[in-house]
């Protein structure tokens, strides 16, 4: 049984009245981390030119393939290796997570870990709706001990109608929030949220924490000295 993030599961670790171990397994396996390949998500890849004439790739994710029995607690890859590209194969850093890429997918947990190796800086755009109607999203995390990932933008209803979503750690340097990117979720809803913003915001669309309260929060860290509501 390949399981070796739970070595030491049991039934009773289980809510419910779980008693097969096989059942068990399965469930244990469906709540482990799973970084995404390339075969897990439909992508796109762009060629760029660096100040000193250097190649570099990025890649957008257009479409995530979901599998309801490992799709909850997802790792996107902050870069992709040795992907095929114009009769080539190229190493490329995640710059954008497209328009409803991952719309109502069963997710759970999300995180962004890896590091790119483009050696010029790539912030990452999140698109519109990209993570809407996730009923189940809990949290979305891209932590600065697991990956240089900042974000340019989270697009308007990015994470919209998200009702049980209450942790969010993401980093900007003159980044946006576009409209609605965060209503209808639970960002607000417990004293231990997790709810961290960091870096510059630069813009802070109309109604984008609407039916969120996150910014009442005194907990609530939304880092920047020109961050602008409209």
Same mark, same amino acid.
């Given at each position: 049984? $390949?399981?070796?993030?739970?070595?030491?599961?049991?039934?009773?670790?289980?809510? *419910?009245?779980?008693?097969?171990?096989?059942?068990?397994?399965?469930?244990?396996? /469906? @709540?482990?981390? %799973?970084?995404?390949?390339?075969?897990?998500?439909?992508?796109?890849?762009?060629? !760029?030119?660096?100040?000193?004439?250097? &190649?570099?790739?990025?890649?957008?994710?257009?479409?995530?393939?979901? %599998?309801?029995? $490992?799709?909850?607690?997802?790792?996107?890859? @902050?870069?992709?290796?040795?992907?095929?590209? &114009?009769?080539?194969?190229?190493?490329?850093?995640?710059? +954008?997570?497209?328009?409803?890429?991952? @719309?109502?997918?069963?997710? =759970?947990? #999300?995180?962004? &870990?890896?590091?790119?190796?483009?050696? #010029?800086?790539?912030?990452?755009?999140? *698109?519109?709706?990209?993570?809407? !109607?996730?009923?189940?999203?809990? $949290?979305?995390?891209?932590?600065?001990? +697991?990956?240089?990932? =900042?974000? /340019?933008?989270?697009?308007?209803?990015?994470?919209?109608?998200?009702?049980?979503? $209450?942790?969010?750690?993401?980093?900007?340097?003159?980044?946006?929030? *576009?409209?609605?990117?965060?209503? &209808?979720?639970?960002?607000? /809803?417990?004293?231990?949220?997790? #709810?961290?913003?960091?870096?510059?915001? !630069?813009?802070? *669309?109309?109604?984008?924490? %609407?039916?969120?309260?996150?910014?009442? @929060?005194?907990?609530?860290?939304?880092?920047?000295? !020109?961050?602008?509501?409209?």
């Amino acid at each position: 049984r $390949d399981l070796h993030s739970f070595p030491t599961r049991r039934s009773s670790d289980l809510p *419910g009245c779980i008693v097969d171990d096989a059942v068990v397994d399965a469930v244990w396996k /469906s @709540r482990s981390e %799973k970084e995404l390949t390339t075969g897990n998500f439909w992508y796109d890849i762009s060629e !760029h030119t660096d100040s000193y004439g250097r &190649k570099y790739y990025t890649y957008k994710i257009t479409s995530f393939i979901a %599998k309801p029995d $490992d799709s909850n607690n997802i790792v996107i890859p @902050r870069m992709i290796k040795n992907v095929y590209y &114009k009769g080539k194969y190229v190493d490329a850093v995640l710059k +954008e997570i497209g328009y409803r890429s991952f @719309r109502n997918r069963y997710l =759970e947990h #999300v995180k962004v &870990k890896g590091y790119s190796n483009a050696g #010029v800086y790539i912030p990452v755009k999140i *698109g519109n709706e990209a993570f809407s !109607h996730n009923c189940m999203l809990d $949290d979305f995390y891209a932590l600065a001990n +697991e990956t240089d990932a =900042e974000f /340019s933008e989270i697009g308007d209803e990015a994470f919209n109608g998200n009702y049980n979503f $209450d942790n969010v750690v993401v980093s900007s340097d003159e980044g946006t929030i *576009g409209k609605s990117a965060f209503n &209808k979720t639970a960002l607000d /809803s417990w004293s231990g949220d997790k #709810v961290e913003f960091k870096g510059n915001w !630069h813009t802070v *669309g109309e109604s984008a924490f %609407k039916n969120a309260g996150l910014l009442d @929060r005194k907990s609530t860290r939304l880092n920047s000295s !020109h961050a602008r509501l409209s």
